[in-house]
């Protein structure tokens, strides 16, 4: 990553940081945000499109009408099987053409429970602590509340307020869209979730980057 690009990571993160904590002051829920480059693996995928390409190589070579040396084959399929899995391993639309919808949203469902553990979303005090886990790679957003959410706020308000996390997170305009849902969700959580007490900030506001 170049440093310019490092700049506009760490301003946006702190832009981000800035309205967790304006959004942590209208209620008692503990939000926890955490983007990643991606959710799974995909070895298998990768090793998939370099199969894929060898195969169309070899296809090329025997039909098209050209004449080439037998010999040949012993460095253009290797070759393209190695171009093939570059391509898989490297760019993100690939991965995405080669797996199944159904795929990427079980390994960024995966992904996001297991993060309600790991980043103690479930250890607040009054299990008030809601997860946004944005996966880049699958272009999916999982929005995860505790328990102490889940019955303080009613399910198609909430269902409304998630809906438009997940499309801002992804929307072009990022973050501006999404800081500007954050902030409704925040207002919608103060209204049956306020704040109590001191209020205290039970898990830091920064976002973090997988």
Do not use: C
Not at 38 to 58: E, F, M, P, Q, T
Not at 106 to 117: G, K, P, S, T, W
Not at 155 to 178: C, I, V, Y
């Amino acid at each position: 990553m170049s440093q310019r690009r490092k700049q506009l990571v760490a301003a946006m993160l702190d832009r981000i940081e800035q309205a967790v904590a304006a959004a942590e002051e209208k209620t008692s829920v503990e939000f926890v945000l955490v983007f990643a480059g991606r959710s799974g693996n995909y070895a298998d995928v990768d090793l998939r499109a370099g199969l894929i390409l060898a195969a169309l190589s070899l296809l090329a070579l025997l039909f098209a009408p050209l004449e080439f040396s037998v010999w040949s084959l012993l460095y253009d399929l290797p070759l393209s099987l190695l171009l093939g899995w570059l391509a898989g391993r490297y760019w993100q639309p690939v991965r995405r053409w080669l797996t199944t919808a159904r795929r990427r949203e079980a390994q960024v469902r995966e992904r996001a429970e297991a993060l309600m553990i790991n980043r103690g979303v479930t250890l607040t005090l009054d299990r008030t602590g809601l997860l946004i886990y944005v996966s880049w790679l699958e272009r999916r957003v999982e929005v995860l509340a505790d328990i102490g959410i889940e019955r303080a706020v009613p399910r198609p308000e909430w269902n409304l307020a998630t809906a438009k996390l997940k499309q801002t997170a992804l929307a072009a305009d990022f973050p501006e869209s999404f800081l500007a849902a954050l902030d409704e969700t925040a207002a919608l959580l103060g209204e049956h979730l306020p704040p109590v007490g001191d209020n205290p900030n039970e898990i830091p506001d920064r976002p973090v980057m997988l």
